[in-house]
């Protein structure tokens, strides 16, 4: 049988933790088991041989109040049960056939104790944890043919148990806090980093820039070179700029006197026409370049949405071949650069009346809807064209793309879309393209509501 492709292969599902966490994690994890290890060790080492020698002296106090007892008058013997009563914590009953007994030894350790309070006091001795329902530490023996019961406090066979619970689990906690502490100090400079590179992401190089005079060797090595990385990028940027400015100049310039000259010295309507539009469609290619390598810093604030509609769709409006339905209110108000979003649905406007036209009569009808949601704004625009197939559906946004549908039929820069979906990502929206299901191609944004607050 044919192993399946990777591509169809389930990735193993994983927890996905930041850095701190897992940081914190495995720092916890150490002090854990370190704690885990030092327990066991004081438990073989210092608790059970304490607690052993404890039993010995319990058996040791049995055996002196026993003979007490055997060598004493009955007089005496009342006066040395209410001293070791008052003075000792420990209680003589005498011991009846019939009571009710809870065997002693629950655990291994217990049962240890027993053996070796046993082996001091004979085999005949008893221990019970509890006697006619009265809890406690209870050592049954004989004197003679009478039978008795030594009560005393269980907590005897602890030695400072409470105390050293309580050492322990405030160096658990301390060790806890120690390693939040340190995983907080190792994840600082990825959180600077992080930051910075936000800030890269957003064009602004002043903000970038990294301390260079951190204590640690490896961390100012790295910030050293992010913002020599930056001061290169910074200069990039403004080399880019001035070189756009030129290619600007010095290829329009030439291109608006060759239409001039075209104009005026050719003699043949057609060509004349053919050439100037040759021309027009050059200069045009070269305004939808410079829009989308320009910088990507834009300045966000509240911008009337119907009212930028309105003006991208004012130049078409007596044109017959287009058509447009609108639907947004008046006072709907998007975060966004007033400059950039009438950029947006201007090509978009352009990538419909070239690419959108309806295959029954060639009219481009085209639909701009708004609408509001959960502190955004959805604006859909929508053709009736013939769509693309969705294996170009997938590469329309792409720089230069063309597809090879009827969507494609005149000649275009490829950028239109591009510059479409770059400037709505700048304005902190979203960008998609898709097949409409009742026919052409929809253009679906989603922009940030001019009183929510900017992302990022």
Not at 368 to 396: C, M, N, T, Y
Request: some cysteine; proline content about 5%.
């Amino acid at each position: 049988m044919n192993a399946p492709p990777a591509s169809s292969v389930s990735p193993r599902w994983r927890l996905r933790f930041s850095f701190f966490w897992r940081s914190f994690f495995l720092i916890g994890l150490l002090v854990l088991s370190s704690t885990l290890v030092w327990l066991q060790i004081f438990m073989t080492q210092e608790y059970e041989p304490g607690v052993v020698r404890n039993a010995q002296q319990i058996a040791t106090m049995v055996n002196l109040t026993r003979n007490a007892l055997r060598n004493s008058d009955d007089i005496a013997r009342v006066s040395l049960v209410k001293m070791l009563s008052e003075e000792e914590d420990v209680r003589i009953f005498p011991r009846e056939p019939n009571d009710l007994i809870e065997p002693f030894g629950d655990n291994a350790l217990e049962q240890r104790l027993a053996q070796v309070v046993t082996g001091r006091l004979g085999d005949g001795t008893v221990l019970a944890s509890s006697v006619n329902g009265q809890s406690g530490l209870w050592v049954g023996f004989d004197i003679g043919r009478d039978s008795y019961w030594l009560q005393m406090n269980p907590s005897r066979l602890q030695p400072g148990a409470p105390a050293w619970l309580i050492w322990l689990g405030l160096t658990l906690v301390v060790s806890l806090l120690g390693a939040a502490w340190i995983a907080r100090r190792l994840n600082s400079p990825l959180r600077w980093l992080l930051q910075a590179t936000e800030h890269v992401s957003d064009g602004e190089f002043d903000a970038a820039r990294l301390r260079e005079d951190v204590s640690t060797r490896e961390v100012r090595a790295v910030n050293s070179g992010f913002n020599r990385m930056v001061d290169r990028l910074a200069n990039l940027e403004q080399e880019r700029t001035l070189m756009l400015a030129g290619i600007s100049h010095d290829l329009r310039t030439p291109l608006a006197r060759l239409r001039l000259e075209t104009e005026m010295s050719v003699p043949d309507p057609q060509a004349r026409e053919l050439m100037v539009a040759d021309i027009a469609q050059v200069d045009e290619i070269i305004g939808k370049f410079l829009d989308y390598a320009r910088p990507e810093r834009v300045t966000l604030e509240p911008v009337a949405l119907a009212a930028t509609i309105s003006r991208c769709i004012a130049p078409w409006r007596m044109n017959p071949r287009i058509e447009f339905k609108v639907e947004a209110a008046e006072d709907l108000q998007v975060q966004a650069d007033a400059v950039e979003l009438g950029r947006v649905l201007s090509n978009l406007i352009e990538n419909a009346r070239r690419y959108g036209q309806s295959t029954s009569d060639g009219i481009t009808r085209l639909e701009i809807v708004a609408r509001q949601h959960e502190g955004w704004v959805l604006l859909r625009v929508r053709d009736q064209g013939p769509g693309v197939s969705d294996e170009a559906l997938k590469h329309l946004t792409q720089p230069f793309f063309r597809a090879d549908t009827a969507r494609t039929s005149a000649l275009g820069s490829g950028l239109g879309l591009a510059i479409a979906e770059r400037a709505v990502q700048r304005m902190g929206g979203t960008f998609s393209i898709f097949n409409n299901s009742a026919g052409g191609l929809m253009a679906l944004m989603k922009l940030r509501l001019a009183d929510q607050p900017p992302l990022g």
